[in-house]
């Protein structure tokens, strides 16, 4: 009998606190100055429900993430995405991790919760060996282009295995789902 997909329910964003809440607890708790420059970090919820009679295994961190500023998509994937290189950028350091992932019993929900950063770095052509990066903001999230990646068993931490061996042993475990969603505020009890 074959594994039935994972269904991707829905998504909310929680959103950071008002600057005039951020220096209202500053003031409060007696934090530096220096700290009110630091932005709070939203958290991305996302519902997902496992079908079959079986636990799945899902991945519960974000492999890598992009966001279009024209349109608002925040693309997140919790799943092996390797993004191509921009010309003139040779990778010299591969280092693949094994995600966090979270267990979904058969027939259940589960809210996984996903950091999203403040700002999105873009690798660019530098001078020199070193690599260079522009860093942009991530603003309003009308959409989130979603890729989950589940399997049947956990994935395990690579034993002794090369940083290749690591990745396409990543590609190869399980199956991933795709959707693209408009977001929710978060309620009180997600957050």
Do not use: C
């Amino acid at each position: 009998m074959s594994m039935k997909q994972l269904k991707i329910l829905g998504a909310a964003v929680r959103r950071p606190a008002p600057v005039a809440q951020a220096r209202t607890a500053q003031a409060q708790t007696g934090e530096a100055e220096t700290a009110r420059s630091v932005p709070e970090q939203r958290h991305l919820f996302v519902e997902v429900e496992n079908p079959n009679d079986k636990p799945i295994h899902v991945w519960a961190g974000p492999s890598t993430y992009d966001y279009d500023s024209s349109s608002h998509v925040l693309t997140m994937h919790l799943a092996e995405h390797t993004p191509s290189l921009p010309p003139g950028i040779t990778m010299i350091s591969n280092h693949p991790r094994t995600p966090a992932q979270v267990t979904v019993n058969a027939k259940s929900r589960v809210k996984i919760k996903v950091p999203v950063p403040a700002v999105v770095r873009r690798r660019v052509p530098g001078k020199g060996l070193g690599m260079s990066f522009v860093e942009e903001p991530i603003g309003e999230i009308e959409r989130v282009d979603l890729h989950v990646q589940y399997a049947d068993e956990p994935l395990q931490q690579p034993a002794k295995e090369s940083p290749d061996e690591h990745r396409k042993r990543l590609q190869a475990h399980g199956q991933v789902v795709r959707a693209t969603i408009k977001p929710t505020p978060s309620t009180e009890k997600e957050q």
